[in-house]
């Protein structure tokens, strides 16, 4: 029996609300503990009538303008990607760069770890979340792959992976551009190592790996498993680390550099899907991260995992959609409930199916 409990800790308070005259109001605030790691998370239903003021409306006629002025000076646009962007020396990536279709892999200008490479994922400068079609992402994922088992044949010490998306500005992107990056380093960044160790932990206690045994426990509760397709099990957070997050678990690999064409194809697949539904909500602006380890000496307790999270929309004079609770609190707000997000994805993955 898998070794996972489900924590929420629920606290009932009374106010005299001034909206409705002063009328007495009871809210129900719930404290829900990630069983991994133990992260909190916060969730009060009269927070659904405030999420205008977190997220905002996008405002078209703002998109359009910052759609259209930004492509005027893009680096990753047209005749500007091939002159402004630097090369790999040939000792590690024959050519210079990697080319996937439309996706194109470089150095990153400014790296913050020993391998950093962006991938420019189109020649179109912005798109819509639903026009983040599955091959478009694929191929930004086939270059990453490419370039990682470049990395690999190159140096033992390279360990830890994270290929990386952020789009606008909202979700801390310096450039419209759809584009990844991709991390490869001899030391795991916060989140992922203690996310590694947990794993570990978990494996050695009980015998078993943990996100296998968080898929077998969401599949007979139904509430937020989504769906299957090939070895990815999609699926939302009990207490997620971001706004409606959505994750991915493959079944079998805790390394990247072991998917196969068909494992790309549908987590391409699935990440498309996911973008579509953030669309229907509402938003505009994203990020994920999927999470690999080498296993020269085997992380028997790891899976790769992809978590998604949609931020704050753009309109003028925005306000950051992380404020003291996520930052210094480290502690993520609830908008929408990982069970109502998990609902509208599940409908959306067997629609397209």
């Given at each position: 029996m898998p070794n996972i409990t489900f924590e929420t800790i629920t606290s009932v308070l009374t106010i005299l609300n001034p909206?409705?005259?002063?009328?007495?109001?009871?809210?129900?605030v719930e404290v829900r503990k990630d069983p991994l790691l133990g992260d909190r998370s916060v969730y009060n239903p009269f927070l659904g009538d405030k999420a205008n003021a977190f997220f905002g409306s996008n405002d078209p006629a703002l998109i359009d303008a910052l759609a259209e002025t930004s492509a005027k000076t893009c680096i990753f646009c047209g005749d500007r990607l091939e002159r402004s962007t630097p090369r790999y020396p040939a000792d590690l990536v024959a050519e210079g760069r990697i080319r996937k279709g439309e996706a194109l892999l470089f150095p990153n200008l400014f790296s913050i770890g020993a391998y950093h490479a962006v991938v420019a994922l189109c020649k179109t400068h912005f798109l819509k979340l639903s026009e983040f079609s599955p091959a478009l992402i694929e191929n930004g994922l086939?270059?990453?792959?490419e370039f990682l088992k470049?990395?690999?044949?190159?140096?033992?010490?390279?360990?830890?992976?994270?290929?990386?998306?952020?789009?606008?500005f909202p979700a801390g992107a310096s450039l419209v551009h759809p584009h990844l990056q991709i991390l490869i380093t001899p030391v795991a960044y916060s989140y992922h190592a203690r996310m590694i160790d947990a794993c570990r932990s978990y494996y050695l206690k009980n015998g078993t790996v943990y996100h296998a045994d968080l898929i077998e426990v969401e599949k007979k509760s139904g509430s937020r498993y989504v769906a299957q397709g090939g070895n990815?099990?999609?699926?939302?957070a009990f207490s997620p680390l971001g706004s409606n997050e959505i994750d991915a678990v493959h079944e079998t690999e805790g390394d990247f550099?072991?998917?196969?064409?068909?494992?790309?194809?549908?987590?391409?697949?699935?990440?498309?899907?996911?973008?579509?539904?953030?669309e229907r909500m509402g938003h505009l602006s994203f990020n994920y991260t999927l999470f690999s380890v080498r296993r020269p000496g085997g992380e028997e307790g790891s899976r790769c995992l992809l978590k998604m999270v949609n931020r704050q929309n753009l309109y003028p004079n925005y306000r950051n959609?992380?404020?003291f609770l996520q930052k210094m609190l480290q502690?993520?707000?609830?908008?929408?409930?990982?069970?109502?997000?998990?609902?509208?994805?599940?409908?959306?993955?067997?629609a397209i199916a």
């Open positions: 909206l409705k005259s002063f009328k007495e109001e009871t809210h129900r086939k270059a990453a792959l470049a990395v690999y044949q190159r140096d033992r010490e390279a360990q830890f992976v994270t290929i990386n998306a952020n789009y606008l990815w099990h999609w699926l939302t550099v072991r998917m196969t064409d068909a494992d790309l194809q549908e987590l391409a697949r699935g990440i498309s899907r996911s973008l579509s539904l953030y959609d992380d404020y502690t993520e707000l609830i908008i929408n409930l990982p069970e109502e997000i998990a609902e509208k994805l599940r409908s959306l993955f067997k």
